[in-house]
Each structure stands twice: as C-alpha cells, then as structure tokens.
C-alpha cells in the first residue's frame, strides 16, 4: 500500500479478536504484523508508518475519535461484531454518526456481522443520508436521500448438534437431588459416546433395542416367577433378533439388579425374551453388592425409536428430570466442577477429534474446573489451556496453537471466546 494511502480501521469487541486477526491478516498478505497491518489495544500495538490497516478495540476507536472528531487521513471504519451491542461500540457508533452528520469526514463506515438486525441499523443512520442529501442539494446536487446499501454474503456455518443438562446427566451418570439442588452421582458408569451416536445414526438398531427393551420389562415378572427374586433391568449390553420357526425372539445380553437388602446386587446373564416370556440362557452371576439405579439406559434407548409406545416403559424406570426441577436448578448461580469434569471425560474418551471448548462465567470457576481437571485420571493426556480478559495477550494466544502429541486441548473459557 503507498503511505499516502487513507488509514482503515476494524474494531473488534475484544484485545484477543483484534490481535488475533490482524496476525492472521498479516499472515495471508505474507507480511509481518505491524507492518502494513497492524492492531492497537489498550497497553500493547504493533503500529508502523507504514500501516494502514488497524485493528482496534471499540475502546481505543472512541479514544481516537474523541482526539480528532474530524478523523483526518480516514479513509473507512469496519465496525465488527456490531451486533453484541456493549457499551463502547454503541458510543462509537453515536460519535461516528454525529461526526457524518457535522460532515468533517469522507470516510465510509460499513458495520459488519454475522447475525446483523440491518434494519435496526438502517433506521438509526436515516438521518446521515437525509443530511448527506441536503448537503448535495444546496451543493447543487441530487436531492434524492443516498439509500444506505446492505450487503449479504452468503456462507455455510460450521454444522452444530445441541445437546442439553439432561442430556449432560444422562451421559455421565449423575442425577439432581430435589431437595439440596445439589449433584449427586447415581453410581451407573458413564455412557459410551460413540455407541450413542452409532445408535442414532442407525434408527433400525435403536428400534430392535427398544423393542427388546419393551420385551425383557414385560418378561420380567416371569423371569422373577422363575427366579424367586424380584429383578430390574440395570443395563442392556446386546440384542440380537433369533431365528425361530415360531414366534419372534430376541437374544438378550443384561446387566439386572435385585435387592434383598439394604443393599442391591447387580448381575449378568444372557435371556431369550418372546411374547412376555423369558428364559435364561446363561448367568445369573452375581457381581457386586451396591447401591445402583435401575433401568440405567431405557430413557436413551427409547428416545432413539421414533413411534414406539412409551407406556410400556416400567413403572420404575429412571425418569428424567422435569421441566420444573431443571428451570430451578438453571436458577442456581454455580458450576458444579465435578459436572464439567465429567462431560469432558465423556468426550475426551470417544473417537470425536478436536479441543473441547468450555464456556465459564468467571476466573474463579475456571480455577475450580482446572483443578478439577488436573486431578483426573485423564490428566496426562489433556493439555488445558485459559482464556479471559485479565490474562496477558500472550496467555491467551495459546488457545489457537496446537496441543502435544497425545494430548486434547481444552480451553477454559469466558465469552471471551
């Protein structure tokens, strides 16, 4: 760029985002940053007289207007991420617009963002195009008000899947205790990331294993008939449909549970299940004696059969939290570290690749997370790195390097990010 070039400036609503792309910018022109392309924060820059391409905070633009309201040797102000609406770049936006509407600039103004409500924006600059057409007529000029134009540049965002806290629970084994509103792990072992999503790619075998679900529940009492004890389904860990010239029949592999004390004892055994029958085929061997929940998967495996009649759920199958005892427990201004933890052990143990990105309102409950992190079995292999706006900018330009081998990344992170 020839250094009589006007300047162009791109705020950016945080120090990280502003350094950030400018080093990427510089980057794809092949150029140093601070060369041509440069950032300002507050406390740090890389500015050269060569530079004509700056990235800034919304805080040091308003300081910047606020010193030379005329914004001599301008040619254009990017405003980004307009649509996140905080404080400075509001200020920006009324001093930009008061300096258009005084008319001691040429410099264009674009406002940029993904999720932009253009019209809301359109509306508050009217009057700079009114003004901008009174300026022309008296000059001689078209009267015609400039129509303030709107670009849209079409894109694919990247494919998200939500998932929500019931889900979180369900996954890693713990419940919400309606009295304290406090966590409590309910002793079932985590799911299996993989084998869920394997279930919901392929809704025939979600269906086979809710039907064999619905056909062990109702063969249940014919098992304890048999059995002279009084057993609940803990797990399923198999079914496969059996050839039979009669009836159809499933082949089941199951982890039951039955209490005669205090105290209840989980066991395996392989059962053929048929039209409310079932017969043990191999097991029942006892495996420990402790206090487990019963019917640990049935919410799971009949969420994923679209049409099945969920009345022949058990009466005492674990139900989900209700609306009610969730929105409560949303209420409770607190991270539940162990919680997080356990998420992050869930997907940290699947095929998935990629860092694991954890949202956190504040420095505090990120120092409980990590702590809670490093004391994990997975520890070793987790490379955990923070981001939010007291740490020092080179703290924080660790989220975008790469992990050791071996290891996943895991940001700790506040809206920052």
Same mark, same amino acid.
């Given at each position: 760029?020839?250094?009589?070039?006007?300047?162009?400036?791109?705020?950016?609503? $945080?120090?990280?985002?502003?350094?950030?792309?400018?080093? +990427?910018?510089?980057?794809?022109?092949?150029?140093?940053?601070?060369?041509?392309?440069?950032?300002?924060?507050?406390?740090?820059?890389?500015?050269?007289?060569?530079?004509?391409?700056?990235?800034?905070?919304?805080?040091?633009?308003?300081?910047?207007?606020? #010193?030379?309201?005329?914004?001599?040797?301008?040619?254009?102000?990017?405003?980004? #991420?307009?649509?996140?609406?905080?404080?400075?770049?509001?200020?920006?936006?009324?001093?930009?617009?008061?300096?258009?509407?005084?008319?001691?600039?040429?410099?264009?103004?674009?406002?940029?963002?993904?999720?932009?409500?253009?019209?809301?924006?359109?509306?508050?600059? +009217?009057?700079?195009?009114?003004?901008?057409?009174?300026?022309?007529?008296?000059?001689?000029?078209?009267?015609?008000?400039?129509?303030?134009?709107?670009? $849209?540049? #079409?894109?694919?965002?990247?494919?998200?899947?939500?998932?929500?806290?019931?889900?979180?629970?369900?996954?890693?084994?713990?419940?919400?205790?309606?009295?304290?509103? $406090?966590?409590?792990?309910?002793? +079932?072992?985590?799911?299996?990331?993989?084998?869920?999503?394997?279930?919901?790619?392929?809704?025939?075998?979600?269906?086979?294993?809710?039907?064999?679900?619905?056909?062990?529940?109702?063969?249940?009492?014919?098992?304890?008939?048999?059995?002279?004890?009084?057993?609940?389904?803990?797990?399923?860990?198999?079914?496969?449909?059996?050839?039979?010239?009669?009836?159809?029949?499933?082949?089941?592999?199951? $982890?039951?549970?039955?209490?005669?004390?205090?105290?209840?004892?989980?066991?395996?055994?392989?059962?053929?299940?048929?039209?409310?029958?079932?017969?043990?085929?191999?097991?029942?061997?006892?495996?420990?004696?402790?206090?487990?929940?019963?019917?640990?998967?049935?919410?799971?495996?009949?969420?994923?059969?679209?049409?099945?009649?969920?009345?022949?759920?058990?009466?005492?199958?674990?139900?989900?939290?209700?609306?009610?005892?969730?929105?409560?427990?949303?209420?409770?201004?607190?991270?539940?570290?162990?919680?997080?933890?356990?998420?992050?052990?869930?997907?940290?143990?699947?095929?998935?690749?990629?860092?694991?990105?954890?949202?956190?309102?504040?420095?505090?409950?990120?120092?409980?997370?990590?702590?809670?992190?490093?004391?994990?079995?997975?520890?070793?292999?987790?490379?955990?790195?923070?981001?939010?706006?007291?740490?020092?900018?080179?703290?924080?330009?660790?989220?975008?390097?790469?992990?050791?081998?071996?290891?996943?990344?895991?940001?700790?992170?506040?809206?920052?990010?």
């Amino acid at each position: 760029m020839p250094k009589d070039s006007p300047i162009v400036y791109c705020t950016q609503p $945080r120090r990280i985002a502003a350094i950030s792309v400018a080093e +990427r910018v510089a980057q794809e022109r092949g150029q140093p940053v601070g060369k041509e392309v440069g950032y300002q924060v507050r406390f740090e820059r890389a500015l050269s007289s060569d530079t004509r391409l700056i990235f800034l905070t919304a805080g040091v633009m308003l300081k910047k207007i606020q #010193e030379d309201p005329t914004l001599r040797g301008v040619g254009c102000i990017i405003l980004d #991420e307009v649509h996140e609406r905080d404080v400075n770049t509001d200020f920006v936006m009324l001093a930009i617009k008061q300096v258009l509407l005084a008319g001691s600039t040429k410099a264009k103004v674009v406002l940029m963002s993904a999720t932009l409500q253009a019209d809301t924006f359109v509306h508050y600059y +009217r009057d700079v195009s009114t003004s901008l057409a009174d300026a022309g007529a008296a000059a001689g000029g078209a009267a015609a008000p400039v129509a303030i134009p709107i670009v $849209r540049v #079409e894109g694919r965002t990247f494919p998200v899947k939500d998932y929500y806290l019931e889900d979180a629970l369900h996954w890693t084994g713990f419940e919400m205790d309606n009295a304290t509103m $406090r966590l409590v792990p309910t002793g +079932r072992p985590a799911l299996d990331f993989d084998a869920i999503m394997k279930k919901k790619a392929d809704p025939m075998e979600a269906q086979t294993e809710a039907m064999g679900m619905i056909a062990l529940t109702q063969a249940l009492p014919d098992l304890q008939k048999r059995m002279g004890k009084a057993f609940a389904i803990h797990q399923i860990h198999d079914i496969v449909p059996v050839q039979n010239s009669g009836e159809p029949v499933l082949q089941l592999t199951v $982890r039951l549970v039955h209490s005669d004390t205090a105290q209840s004892t989980v066991v395996d055994a392989e059962v053929e299940v048929s039209m409310g029958r079932a017969v043990v085929i191999r097991g029942l061997k006892e495996l420990s004696r402790v206090t487990v929940p019963c019917v640990g998967d049935i919410q799971d495996i009949m969420g994923s059969a679209e049409g099945l009649d969920k009345a022949a759920l058990p009466s005492g199958a674990r139900k989900a939290p209700s609306s009610e005892l969730l929105n409560k427990w949303r209420a409770v201004p607190k991270v539940h570290p162990e919680l997080v933890l356990a998420v992050v052990e869930f997907f940290h143990g699947s095929s998935m690749d990629g860092a694991i990105l954890v949202f956190l309102p504040g420095a505090q409950d990120m120092m409980a997370v990590e702590a809670a992190l490093e004391g994990a079995r997975c520890s070793a292999s987790l490379w955990i790195v923070k981001c939010h706006s007291g740490l020092p900018s080179q703290e924080q330009r660790l989220v975008f390097n790469s992990p050791p081998k071996g290891s996943r990344k895991v940001v700790l992170s506040t809206n920052i990010a």
